[in-house]
């Protein structure tokens, strides 16, 4: 009996795993929506107009890039989180690990999908946005690239995640005390100018940061950091997570007994 | 001799406090249709996860045609189905696409693995079932997902972990000759169960389990042969004592009456209970029903796990001396498999 084609297993394994959300979308993708929605209608219009502009761009644009990323990073770790931990509480995930796979192709299929995932809400809250305000593409190159590399980096930060849960509460948990933290004062919502100097220089430890002023400059051409730096930093993030992902897989961290 | 389907040597497994393998050796042939037996927690389940990547093994070596099951996981992986012991289906999708994404998991293209899905459904009666998901199922119907699930891959080895708990009768049959069929066919099966008569009637060759080791490796027929059969004879005028009886010779281990029956506990009952009912016969005793049954594996699967197993100790009790024998709790019923 042959192996089978490599390419074929991951493929299914990634097909599954976009199947399964597609296939809700209701859960999948009235969510961004609803919850976008609101956002730009409150802090777009009804407390934008008070607020005037920030970096030179109407409050509202300002805010979109910040709440594409807070949607798009969201949804990856969220899916790759979920459907790691379903599986191993349902154990259906034996119908992966036993198949006889390679790690990184069990890896790669995982963060793919949910980085798609990510991707798709990202279009997503752009498509909302344009309700309200223009959605430029000043950097195209830079906008692509920060959004791969942001969604990719949380996709696998959702895989280690749903490894490492015992509980679905555990899921909760990293969801209100990691990430929420990490976007409120990831400058989504305002500008670093307006922080004074340490506080401004602690938020730069904050790697969400970095993507929204990334996205940022790739849509309205606005930036505080340097692009180019932030971009290899995320790349260099997202890379040694995936290098854990593998890791953990290969050591059957909470996969195998 | 040709590579054998598994090879397991001085296999080593513990949680916390429990061993759970404890230096387990195993040759099973290729071909062959092997059954493994052993009470509620002889490590048989662990051992098999250990064959597919679900238990790491803590020492010792498995494998599986010859590939490692660590180091060759991938090769190990492609000849083994498995149908678990413990469901651990898809939820999300209709159960035709859960085979599908199996066979796709194992290499076949989409095309392919759809037809494969289709095929295995049929081949366990559920193709009519195949656009539900697997939670509408019923339990049985569950059973045969798994099966189905084990097939789709067209493995060379198939490892059936208990496949008939909770099973009707009919669907058991079913599930057996379409086994016995694949076994003919060249497939190698690894069969688990607590119905003895189903190891006794399918398997060409048994291990018993007990604590994490293999106590006896052996033909269902030579294990037969060392254990006891019951005579029963329900007689029309039952005499209060048993009366002494010269059939059988010393092949008789005991004899008693049992209200209304007289019970013989015989080695080979079959070759004895002609000889005891011409006996009985000569002697003037009328009979009313005569009862041959050929527990004896499970008698002999009792003798081998019972010692120094005081948590089982209940569960052996009632398999030996009571006058007449029920299936002895719902999971452990070991003597109505082939009736
Ligand atoms: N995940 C686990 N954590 C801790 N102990 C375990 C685990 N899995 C199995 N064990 C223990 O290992 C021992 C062997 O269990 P196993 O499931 O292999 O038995 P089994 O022979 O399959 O029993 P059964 O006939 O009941 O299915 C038992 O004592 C069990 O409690
Ligand atoms: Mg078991």
Known sequence: MSTGSSTTQVATLARREILRF???????????????????????????????????????????????????????????????????????????????????????????????????????????????TAAPVTHPFHLVGFLVVTVVLFAGLGVVGGLAATDFDNLTVMNQFILRPLVFFGAVFYSLDVLPPLWRNISLLNPMVYMVDGVRYGMIGVTEIDPNISLAVLTGAALAVLAINLVLFRRGFGLTK | MSTPAIEVRDLRKSYDDVIALDDLNLHIPAGSFFGLLGPNGAGKTTFIETLVGLVRADAGSAAVFGHDVETEYRAARDAVGLAPQEFNVDRFFPIHEVLAHKAGYHGYGREKARERATQALEQVGLLQKRDQRFSALSGGMKRRVVLARALVTDPDLLILDEPTAGVDVQLRRELWDTVTALNESGTTILLTTHYIEEAE??????????????????????????????????????????????????????????????????????????????????????????????????????????????????????????????????????????R
């Open chain 1, 22 to 132: 597609i296939r809700r979308p209701y859960n999948t993708f009235l969510p961004p929506i609803v919850t976008n929605t609101l956002y730009f209608s409150v802090f777009g219009i009804i407390l934008g107009s008070r607020i005037g502009s920030v970096a030179g761009v109407s409050y509202i644009q300002f805010v979109l890039p910040g709440l594409v990323v807070l949607g798009a990073i969201s949804d990856a770790f969220e899916n790759a989180s979920f459907s790691v931990f379903h599986g191993r509480w349902e154990d259906y995930i034996d119908e992966v690990t036993t198949a006889p796979m390679t790690h990184r192709g069990m890896v790669g299929a995982y963060v793919f999908a949910s980085a798609v995932r990510g991707l798709l809400t990202a279009v997503l809250i752009v498509g909302v946005g344009l309700v309200f």
């Open chain 2, 201 to 338: 009637r399918l398997c060409d060759e048994v291990a018993i389990m007990n604590r994490g080791r293999v106590v006896e490796t052996a033909t269902p027929e030579a294990l037969m042969r060392r254990g006891t059969d019951r005579i029963t004879v329900t007689l029309r005028d039952p005499p209060a004592t048993a009366p002494a009886v010269e059939a059988g010779g010393d092949r008789v281990r005991s004899v008693k009456m049992d209200d209304d029956r007289l019970v013989v506990v015989a080695t080979e009952g079959g070759l004895v209970a002609p000889d005891l009912v011409r006996e009985l016969d000569r002697r003037g005793f009328e009979f009313v029903d005569l009862d041959v049954s050929r527990t004896s594996l499970e008698e002999v699967f009792v003798e081998l796990t019972d010692s120094g197993n005081g948590d089982l100790g209940d569960d052996a009790d009632t398999a030996t001396d009571s006058g007449r024998r029920e299936p002895r709790t719902a999971e452990t019923p070991a003597t109505d498999g082939g």
